[in-house]
């Protein structure tokens, strides 16, 4: 590489230079559109052919799909105003919390919190009277608490403490920590999991919204997000994969595109980080802490019907606690379902068929006949979370480096103690919180 003949001669001009971005996921974009609408100018490497990470546009028979189905809530301030920024808010379709499952039903009415949560519970079904009392009780012991413990601790061990029935448990906590944390309660951190209940549950009522995406993901990010920093003077290197790095001068110099710059955010899948950082022994705590890092997977069941199954609501529980989630996705093509199971399990060594025909089933019990099945399609992201862990050691947006930053659902944030678990909003405050850093160290 002939950059690396000049790693003493510094760097020229750099103040000019655009800030460089290497990872085009969520994290990566959310920073890059940050950046270059306060007039700061990106360049943003990815070594795939498109944006969008673990969180993208899959080609199926001509069919645009997701690479897997990811649910949003109200709450999720900071992707709500990426998306009306790049003009595509409008491709989430919200609606009140409903949750529904074998013998259970919990839908949240449109009353002002915490109205809406005591009345959804109290005419919530499938809950004993005493499951909903506990319940109740639950959410305002950590409302007590301001939503924080004294030490971390497994999910599981929280709702032990504070008395959840095991049913309760299986029909809510245990599903809600599943889709948040992509963890099981067993090992799952309890501070994430108060993190999100206080951020949906205990929010305003809006916060408990689902927000589900009707278009594909590349038609609600990745494609507006390109056009966005092309019409506002951004780079982006599709198809360029930054193998190395290094520090030159007071900058960096990047493997790969063999460019040098002066600004760099990692916005990489956190296990590419610490292959990344071996150059850099000022980060190596960095590079050795994420290297401890545990994966989740997420499994996805793409289902194409000749036509539309009836669904009483577009989430659908097929069964209780870790039990697969069907949702119907018309906005993609008439008769399109996708089945999605969280986290590691026995599901994970079944064959595609078995698996496929097992989840027939299941939602054959709740929707009764189904139309004919067209085509079928299984998708696995084996490392599509880290595993959230009580204790988990997250690093900051700003490692002790100047000039390098980190982005992506990984990093603790501007406050630990509110980190949220690795999900689009965390991804996307993650890299917005990267770009203000940067625009403040350039004051």
């Known amino acids: ?100 499952a074998p013998g259970f039903h919990l839908r949240l009415p449109k009353l002002p919190a915490p109205l809406h949560l005591i009345f959804g ?17 639950f959410m305002r012991a950590l409302q007590a608490l301001d939503f924080r413990l004294p030490a971390d601790m ?27 944390l992509n963890t099981p309660l067993e090992t799952a951190s309890g501070q994430v999991f108060c993190n999100v209940l206080r951020d949906s549950l205990a929010g305003v009522r809006a916060d ?14 990745a494609d507006v997000a390109l056009t966005h920093l092309a019409e506002h003077g951004g780079e982006v290197h599709l198809a360029n994969k930054v193998d190395m790095l290094a520090r030159q001068g007071n900058g960096f110099f990047l493997g790969g ?16 980080l610490p292959a990344l950082l071996s150059g850099l022994p000022e980060l190596a705590s960095i590079a050795a802490q994420v290297s401890g890092y545990t994966w989740q997977p997420i499994l996805t069941l793409w289902l194409r019907f000749a036509a539309p199954p009836a669904f009483p609501f577009p989430m659908l529980g097929l069964g209780d606690s870790q039990a697969p989630w069907a949702f119907e996705r018309n906005d993609i093509a008439p008769g399109m379902v996708a089945i999605v199971m969280s986290a590691q399990g026995p599901h994970l060594a079944r064959t595609p068929d078995a698996l496929r025909d097992e989840y027939l089933n299941l939602l054959t019990r709740q929707l009764g006949p189904l139309p004919t099945l067209l085509d079928w399609k299984t998708i696995i992201e084996k490392r ?22 980190l982005a992506g659902d990984y990093t603790a944030g501007a406050d630990p103690a509110q980190a949220y678990p690795a999900t689009l909003e965390g991804a996307v405050r993650s890299g917005v919180e990267c770009a203000r850093l940067i625009i403040a160290d350039r004051k």
């Open 1 to 100: 590489m002939a950059g690396l003949a000049n790693l003493d001669q510094g760097l020229i001009d750099m103040p000019e230079a655009p800030v460089a971005i290497v990872g085009g996921g969520w994290a990566g974009i959310a920073c890059a559109v940050e950046l270059v609408d306060q007039g700061v100018p990106v360049a943003l490497y990815e070594a795939a052919r498109q944006l969008g990470g673990r969180a993208r546009r899959v080609d199926w028979n001509g069919i645009a799909i997701d690479n897997g189905q990811h649910l949003m809530i109200g709450a999720y301030r900071e992707t709500e105003r990426l998306l009306a920024r790049l003009g595509s808010l409008d491709k989430l379709e919200r609606r009140p919390l409903e949750l529904r």
């Open 121 to 137: 519970l109290l005419f919530a079904s499938g809950l004993r009277l005493g499951e909903k009392f506990a319940a109740a009780r």
């Open 154 to 180: 497994a999910a599981s061990e929280l709702l032990r403490q504070q008395g959840q029935p095991a049913h309760l448990v299986a029909q809510l906590w245990a599903p809600i920590c599943i889709a948040a």
């Open 208 to 221: 408990s919204d689902v927000l589900m995406n009707r278009a594909d993901l590349g038609g609600l990010l």
């Open 257 to 272: 595109p063999d460019i040098a710059v002066s600004k760099l955010v990692l916005a990489v899948h956190p296990a590419r």
């Open 384 to 405: 599509a979370t880290y595993a959230c862990t009580p204790d988990l050691k997250r690093p900051g947006n700003h490692p002790p480096l100047n000039g390098l930053y």
